[in-house]
């Protein structure tokens, strides 16, 4: 049975850093596109960033491009999301997801939820001051 479980969520500070972990089991995180989504309360949710495949090329939103990093721990089966320079607006529960991409398959791909099958419970970031 293929599981993602989040964790590193808090309350936090602007201005402050968290890093999330996504740990996944029943499956190797290493063949798939793994992406983190968030969302807030009365929004719908949004894609954030991910890491594809086994190339392991990062994506991000706009919003977060510059102050998030996404990386990859192999041995772990552990992808990681490091949140720098946190804003109020970054509030919201935190999502990980897996899904397979195929080699063809367009790299925007990985901005839509439904494309994405495998989804853990989520974590939740607050900033605030």
Aim: hydrophobic residues 35%; proline residues 4%.
């Amino acid at each position: 049975q293929q599981q993602l479980v989040e964790s590193g969520g808090g309350l936090v500070q602007p201005g402050e850093s968290l890093r999330l972990s996504c740990v996944a089991s029943g499956f190797s995180l290493a063949d798939y596109t793994i992406a983190w989504f968030r969302q807030a309360p009365g929004k719908e949710r949004e894609a954030v960033s991910c890491i594809r495949g086994s190339q392991g090329i990062p994506f991000y939103s706009n919003s977060v491009l510059g102050r998030f990093t996404i990386s990859r721990n192999n041995a772990e089966n552990t992808v990681y999301l490091q949140m720098n320079s946190l804003k109020p607006e970054d509030t919201a529960v935190y999502y990980c997801a897996a899904a397979r991409f195929g080699l063809l398959e367009p790299d925007d791909r990985w901005r839509s939820a439904a494309r994405f099958d495998t989804w853990g419970q989520g974590t939740q970031v607050t900033v605030s001051a």
